[in-house]
């Protein structure tokens, strides 16, 4: 029973491992779990019948069902501070003219769960959903350097060897952002963007996401990044009040 869940389980996997690849053949299951056909056979039957796989009737392909996306958006809607977040997402919205993101933890990665889209017709544009990993962003970062330090620790000697240079940098670098109370990052996942970002705190000052800011380079003069810091760090705090945390 529990070889035939694990089996189950690595099948899913595959099918969602791949960004840019949707169908997958059962030979190319088999083979990459080293299942037997006919295991694999039986598995995507079962898989079919409850609405977690789905396949094309033509080609006979398969590939996650829609059901992933009806548990998915239920688990959005019971995290506490999702509607709280989005109210104050689209004021800040509106006062910065820029585009709102959502953060969450998710081991070593980040999810950017929510979005609200500047009012402009010039904005920055990442998917929800996107998983980024925890070093790289000003929102992941901000995240990262408000976990405990034993939790921080582990995560960064995952992501990062802690024999390298690269290791130290980050590592300073997460203490300054903790110091500071926010984050501000520059052309690390998209050439010619900048993101500022602040934590969100629980109830028990426990980090459980963070909200930034996207901005394109070019718009950005010393006097509006002071500005933006501000208003970031002003709307998570808002948020992180209205989820229970005190002062």
């Known amino acids: 029973m529990v070889q ?19 169908w997958w053949s059962i030979s190319e299951i088999s083979e990459r779990l080293h299942l ?4 694999s056979h039986r598995l995507l039957n079962t898989l079919i019948r409850h609405g977690l796989v789905f396949q094309n009737p033509e080609t006979k392909q398969y590939k996650l069902g829609y059901l992933w996306i009806e548990i998915g958006l239920r688990q959005l809607e ?5 509607s709280v977040a989005r109210e104050v997402m689209k004021r800040l919205a509106l ?9 969450i933890p998710d081991g070593t990665d980040a999810l950017i769960i929510e979005r609200v889209d500047s009012p402009t017709n010039v904005r920055i544009i990442d998917k929800l959903g996107l998983r980024i990993p925890l070093h790289i962003g000003a929102a992941n970062k901000t995240i990262l350097a408000n976990m405990n330090s034993k939790e921080m620790d582990i995560i960064v000697n995952k992501l990062i060897p802690d024999s390298s240079d690269k290791y130290n940098s980050l590592i300073e670098q997460l203490f300054q952002i903790k110091r500071q109370g926010y984050a501000v990052s520059y052309s690390e996942r998209t050439e010619g963007t900048l993101s500022v970002a602040a934590p969100i ?3 028990n000052h ?25 208003r970031v760090k002003e709307a998570a705090n808002e948020i992180s009040i209205a989820i229970g945390r005190t002062s």
Do not use: H, M
């Not at 035939?4 to 949707?22: C, G, K, M, Q």
């Not at 037997?36 to 295991?39: A, E, M």
């Not at 426990?206 to 501000?230: P, Q, T, W």
């Open 95 to 103: 006062q910065v003219e820029e585009s709102i993101y959502l953060n």
């Open 36 to 39: 037997p056909v006919s295991t």
């Open 201 to 203: 705190l629980d109830f």
């Open 206 to 230: 426990k980090v459980v996401g963070a909200l930034s800011i996207g901005v394109l380079n070019y718009r950005v003069k010393e006097e509006r990044l002071l500005y933006l810091i501000d």
């Open 78 to 82: 019971k995290l506490d501070f999702r």
């Open 4 to 22: 035939s869940i694990d089996r189950a389980v690595s099948i899913i996997e595959l099918l969602a491992s791949n960004n840019d690849r949707e």
